[in-house]
């Protein structure tokens, strides 16, 4: 980003404007290595910060609650377009504020408090929305979760058929947000329509690879499907509800009126822009790279003595537990933080530390595959977090340093998109 695209701001709130530069510089920096993020292009960039900002547009294209909306619906409308067009859906809804008031909405719109409910346990690897007991979710739905195999760190799906026939849960979710491997959507669709639960795919974290060919879909075998719009799809934080026509006007009477008011139509805007990059043969490749980093990554921890869920990954996603290197998993977060590797400290199945202090760590590829990066890149940083983590353990700040040095280094080698 120039500074012409921040004059304005500096003129009218210098304090504020720096702030902004200090986060551009840092996201130029350090390799962000958190799976849930991305760098969004100029296009998008440019897309959410217009005069969009300014129309207020209760309600769908063509049925309004304010005037004035000739532009917005056409705006709307090629979102929504270019989305049933990329993911071969029968409908899309690109109004929900984010991810979790997407699959709010999804409650609303099959769901009545005190239903059964079924998803992952957040520490298998799920999310909250998904009826974790801390989030609204696990309050007004009894929800039940189901989770991996202590031995192989997977789904197992004859387990949760058997859960599933005992608890006859009215929505069944699959995906979740620490995931590092495949999901059979045809499995799980396969134990939903068996005992008659509306499945619910939550693509949020794989919506790019899925778009882009890298993973399979959930279109065909689940009645909803939520994402967001930012992660691996590459666009800005917004979310997307896609269904079957036969759940269209539920899902669109759940999102609006029934959880928000007027959708952020610059937001809107920047999701139609990354859709249509999310539709061209670079896409395609970039979701590609991803997976192949990934793996590239996972197989360098593995060399070091890394303990990793599930043995590895097949996606953009490594789930690390850290109890074999005595450090846990916030701290080495921390640390490598400090040496300029971002990623976050995670629960690990089975994890007897407390989530806020747990003994993994989760890391991904989808931003450093942005900037251009490959497996020789992947290999170098495992090293760098290797040497991270041993400094972590002996609380040296100064080989965190050292690192960081050596980082910025090698960024300065791959431009970011967008800044």
């Keep these: 980003m120039g500074n012409e695209h921040l004059a304005a701001l500096e003129k009218g709130d210098p304090e504020l404007a720096s702030l902004v530069r200090e986060e551009?510089?840092?996201?130029?920096?350090?390799?962000?290595?958190?799976?849930?993020?991305?760098?969004?292009?100029?296009?998008?960039?440019?897309?959410?910060?217009?005069?969009?900002?300014?129309?207020?547009?209760?309600?769908?294209?063509?049925?309004?609650?304010?005037?004035?909306?000739?532009?917005?619906?056409?705006?709307?409308?090629?979102?929504?377009?270019r989305c049933k067009t990329l993911f071969g859906v029968e409908h899309a809804n690109v109004q929900p504020y984010s991810g979790s008031p997407a699959n709010l909405a999804v409650y609303l719109a099959f769901c009545k408090p005190g239903d059964t409910i079924m998803g992952m346990g957040l520490p298998a690897g799920g999310h909250l929305t998904h009826g974790w007991n801390v989030s609204i979710t696990g309050k007004y739905f009894r929800s039940v979760a189901y989770g991996v195999r202590k031995d192989t760190g997977r789904v197992d799906l004859d387990e949760v058929r058997t859960l599933a026939k005992k608890e006859q849960p009215k929505i069944l979710w699959c995906g979740g947000t620490a995931i590092p491997r495949t999901i059979d959507f045809a499995g799980f669709h396969s134990i939903a329509k068996e005992v008659g639960a509306i499945l619910v795919a939550d693509i949020a974290h794989i919506a790019g690879l899925i778009a882009g060919g890298a993973h399979p879909s959930p279109v065909g075998f689940a009645d909803v499907v939520s994402t967001t719009t930012h992660k691996t799809l590459r666009g800005p934080r917004g979310g997307i509800l896609m269904c079957k026509a036969q759940h269209a006007s539920a899902i669109d009477k759940a999102v609006f009126p029934g959880l928000q008011g007027g959708p952020h139509n610059q937001t809107t805007a920047g999701i139609a822009v990354a859709l249509k990059e999310a539709s061209t043969g670079a896409f395609k490749k970039y979701a590609h790279a991803i997976v192949a980093n990934a793996k590239a990554l996972a197989a360098e921890l593995t060399l070091r003595g890394y303990d990793l869920v599930s043995g590895g990954t097949d996606n953009h996603l490594i789930l690390v537990d850290l109890t074999g290197k005595e450090v846990p998993g916030k701290k080495a977060a921390k640390a490598l933080d400090q040496a300029g590797l971002v990623l976050n400290y995670n629960s690990v199945p089975f994890d007897p530390r407390k989530p806020f202090d747990p003994s993994g760590i989760r890391l991904g590829t989808p931003a450093v595959t942005s900037r251009g990066m490959g497996p020789a890149e992947m290999k170098q940083i495992a090293i760098w977090i290797d040497r991270g983590v041993q400094a972590a353990r002996t609380d040296d700040g100064a080989a965190l340093d050292r690192i960081f040095a050596e980082v910025r280094e090698l960024t300065g080698k791959f431009p970011a998109p967008g800044l």
């Design 24 to 81: 551009e510089q840092r996201q130029r920096d350090k390799i962000r290595l958190i799976p849930s993020e991305n760098y969004v292009s100029h296009a998008v960039l440019e897309a959410c910060g217009t005069v969009l900002q300014n129309k207020y547009s209760e309600g769908y294209p063509g049925k309004r609650y304010y005037e004035g909306q000739q532009v917005i619906d056409r705006i709307e409308e090629l979102a929504v377009s």
